[in-house]
T-cell receptor
């Protein structure tokens, strides 16, 4: 079956670093996405990985290991505005989203 | 602003009714995707159209149907509505349909409440 797992909630402190993990089991694989979604708003694209390794984009980095069915999103120098849900999604012939990780940032 | 527009923003209707949600993709995007997001289920992929043709189907109920018109706007029709259909419905668009097109731009969503 198709399954994407990520923690339901995480808490971190402003200025710190947090890693949000995602594991997946899908019948096919054509890339893994991370999206950010603030409450009541539309998801916004953060990153895309199709090959193993780390992709860095400013304060955000995303890592992929296809053999392990594993990805993580690393957020550095956390800011209060980073309080949001982070959605992991995998594409085979369609896109499957995880339920999201709600990240709370404490001052 | 992603450039994707959705109407209406909010919709309140009764069980058994039928509604139509509308989406206009970003200029130049040929793909339109529909998603349903409810509190307990997360973001669920419903259907994908590319240049007027259906490309992939997700967990879309038989009571739901969609189409993409020649001007590339899309409509999602929901009929025989049930309380459980209350959710946020998102439309997203992208340039292509395959691996070369990975970034999807989401519209602001339509919040449907069925009473």
């Amino acid at each position: 079956g198709q399954n994407i797992d990520q923690p339901t909630e995480m808490t971190a402190t402003e200025g710190a670093i947090v890693q949000i993990n995602c594991t997946y089991q899908t019948s096919g694989f054509n890339g893994l996405f991370w999206y950010q979604q603030h409450a009541g708003e539309a998801p916004t694209f953060l990153s895309y990985n199709v090959l193993d390794g780390l992709e860095e984009k400013g304060r955000f980095s995303s890592f992929l290991s296809r053999s392990k069915g594993y990805s993580y999103l690393l957020l550095k120098e956390l800011q209060m505005k980073d309080s949001a849900s982070y959605l992991c999604a995998v594409r085979d012939d369609k896109i499957i989203f995880g339920k999201g990780t709600r990240l709370h940032i404490l001052p | 602003d992603s450039g994707v527009t959705q109407t209406p923003k909010h919709l309140i209707t009764a069980t058994g009714q039928r509604v139509t949600l509308r989406c206009s993709p970003r200029s130049g995007d040929l793909s339109v995707y529909w998603y349903q997001q409810s509190l307990d289920q997360g973001l669920q992929f419903l259907i994908h159209y590319y240049n007027g043709e259906e490309r992939a189907k997700g967990n879309i109920l038989e009571r739901f149907s969609a189409q993409q018109f020649p001007d590339l706007h899309s409509e999602l029709n929901l009929s025989s509505l049930e309380l459980g259909d209350s959710a946020l419905y998102f439309c997203a668009s992208s340039v292509g349909s395959g691996e070369s097109s990975y970034e999807q731009y989401f519209g602001p969503g339509t919040r449907l409440t069925v009473t």
